[in-house]
């Protein structure tokens, strides 16, 4: 049986813990690791354009950064030029038949995304006829365990379109074009209409559709530090059942609708801002652990910045500029795997707070992980508004 003392010790173990291992470094400059690969099947050629994060590039080819400042420059790249589309090009690979294809080479920039520096390299391939069965594979980061790489993939093709997220040990997407879709490219404007999603639907293996997002949502909010940070805060102080339950529902209720109000493009805040918010409302829950007597009624400022929040989520899926086809399951199965992440750290979390509210010193304690939270979240807020 523990005596007092080492009780106090070990909830402060068991909170620095948490700290520590949820939040590995304040530092951190690349917490999401992330491609965007676009094809066209087009009558005449395939288009191909691949968008990697900048970091990732000097991650996987360390040789890139010359002057080592941690930026690719425009410079750097065009000195190892060849070298680079030869490895992303025998590295990120389209098959046909189990035939690596050649591609030809259009154009290497960078470019900014979301404030952030993106490589994309733009291919050509030759156009492909009915019958072919055509498969992408990414071997980015394979052979890294505890990579958080995603390949967000977008097809088009005869006026139909598929997206995918490629990730873990399923980085595999293969369709098979058919003559229905070959016919509508080729005919459909001067028959008066275009290829319906049921005339030109891909083949794809299953983990590339549902529970390819399923998946993501799953990784985005456990490499959402920011998030998770705030999510504890709200849970810190000493609340009933039902106040933690308002609290996780509102939070899914308010970012689930500005999720979904982004993707679809109604609803668009300069990211700097959101990412801003998001640190300040870390800062200020935290805050009122300290200094506030009641926190009661706290689902309702949960809501208010959990709106914040869903547009913080949306960034990913916004680039791939996601089918209305697709579009529907694509948000159900990515927030269905933000929820089902939320609510098992919700419930891993409750018994050890419930210990720490039994405690004689609970509110010291309480004090002292706030104070962390603070911190954490002025680090991200000077980091995003100045850096």
């Known amino acids: 049986m523990f005596n007092k003392r080492g009780s106090k010790l070990g909830i402060y173990f ?12 304040m530092a951190t400059a690349h917490p999401y690791s ?31 950064d010359i002057n080592e400042n941690n930026v690719l420059e425009m410079s750097e790249i065009e000195e190892e030029q060849d070298h680079l589309i030869e490895f992303l090009t025998h590295t990120v690979i389209l098959d046909k038949g189990n035939e690596q294809q050649e591609p030809e080479f259009v154009d290497i920039k960078i470019e900014k995304k979301e404030n952030k520096e993106f490589l994309t390299l733009t291919l050509k391939y030759p156009a492909y006829q009915p019958g072919d069965t055509l498969t992408l594979n990414d071997g980015l980061y394979f052979n890294d365990a505890e990579t958080n790489y995603v390949n967000l993939l977008t097809a088009t093709y ?30 459909g404007e001067q028959a008066g209409g275009s290829a319906t999603e049921q005339d030109s639907k891909p083949v794809t293996k299953p983990t590339s559709s549902w529970l390819s997002f399923f998946k993501l949502g799953m990784s985005h909010i456990l490499t959402g530090y ?4 705030f999510l504890f805060a709200l849970l810190l102080r000493k609340q009933t059942f039902k106040q933690y339950a308002l609290i996780v529902t509102s ?5 689930s609708i500005t999720l979904s109000l982004a993707v679809l493009g109604i609803m668009d805040l300069p990211s700097k801002f959101v990412e801003s918010v998001i640190a300040l409302s870390i800062i200020y829950v935290a805050v009122e652990n300290i200094f506030r007597k009641e926190v009661n009624h706290r689902w309702g400022l949960t809501f208010v910045f959990g709106l914040i929040h869903g547009l913080g989520f ?36 409750l018994p050890l707070l419930t210990y720490l ?23 991200w807020l000077v980091e995003r508004l100045f850096l």
Do not use: C
């Open 14 to 25: 068991v909170i620095s813990a948490i700290f520590l291992s949820a939040f590995p470094s």
């Open 34 to 64: 992330a491609s965007f690969t676009t094809i066209q099947f087009l009558e005449d050629e395939t288009s191909f354009e691949f968008s990697i994060d900048a970091l990732s590039i000097i991650e996987l080819q360390e040789d890139m």
């Open 158 to 187: 005869a006026g139909g379109s598929s997206q995918a997220a490629l990730q873990g040990e399923n980085r595999s997407w293969t369709i098979l074009l058919t003559e229905d879709q070959q016919e509508q490219e080729a005919g």
């Open 226 to 229: 920011d998030h998770l940070l």
């Open 251 to 255: 939070f899914t209720i308010a970012h």
């Open 314 to 349: 949306a960034n990913i899926l916004q680039e791939m500029n996601l089918s209305k086809g697709n579009l529907a399951s694509a948000l159900v199965s990515f927030n269905i795997g933000i929820e089902v992440v939320q609510i098992l750290i919700v419930l891993l979390l």
């Open 357 to 379: 509210h039994r405690l004689k010193d609970s509110s010291k304690y309480i004090k002292y992980g706030s104070t962390v939270i603070i911190v954490f979240g002025a680090y």
